[in-house]
């Protein structure tokens, strides 16, 4: 069940069970990083809650906090349902290139197959920020080029701040 509130005539915020979630203790592990979540095919908000469940009994992340889900329009390629969205915040002992490999078996696992740029799929995942280092390479790079221009991350971003 979820909680939905209209923020305009194209957002809407849904709030569940693990989507708005805030861990109490401290974690073991180094590094803080922030995920962005994404989806739109099939029962996305179903396929968050599985992932919520294995982030949750991994034992490289610590799962610390999420944001509320926000379903937005698509951007790029338009013609495509509706996306949904979500903060993820973990704590981790990974570094950088080695959390993207571990990410992208993530999606792999959730079926997401990459086609062409904004294609519609059923689960991505982007590193947001990772600690506060700053990473520029060919195959990523941190903070997340741009999480700053996109509602689809400042709005969960901005709730988990509350």
């Known amino acids: 069940m979820y909680l939905k509130r209209r923020l ?3 957002l809407t915020t849904l709030r569940g069970l693990h989507f ?3 861990k109490k203790r401290k974690s073991s592990h180094r590094y803080k990083v922030t995920v962005g979540i994404g989806g739109n095919i099939g029962d996305v908000k179903r396929r968050f809650e599985h992932l919520f469940n294995c982030l ?3 034992k490289r992340v610590e799962l610390l906090q ?3 889900i926000l379903k937005n329009p698509p951007f790029g390629f338009a013609n495509q ?4 969205n979500s903060i993820i915040v973990l704590q981790i002992s990974m570094q950088p290139m080695q959390f ?7 999606e ?14 059923t689960l991505d995942l982007d590193i947001i920020f990772f600690d506060k280092r700053v990473v520029k ?19 969960p971003l901005s709730e988990l701040k509350q």
């Open 8 to 10: 305009g005539k194209s």
């Open 81 to 84: 349902d509706d996306f949904f």
């Open 100 to 106: 993207l490999g571990y990410l992208m078996r993530l």
């Open 137 to 155: 390479s060919e195959k990523l790079t941190i903070p997340h080029a741009s999480w700053s221009s996109r509602e689809s991350v400042l709005i």
């Open 56 to 58: 949750k009994k991994e």
């Open 108 to 121: 792999k696992r959730f079926a997401r197959k990459r086609s062409f740029a904004n294609a519609p799929r």
């Open 66 to 68: 999420t944001s509320l």
């Open 20 to 22: 708005g979630y805030k």
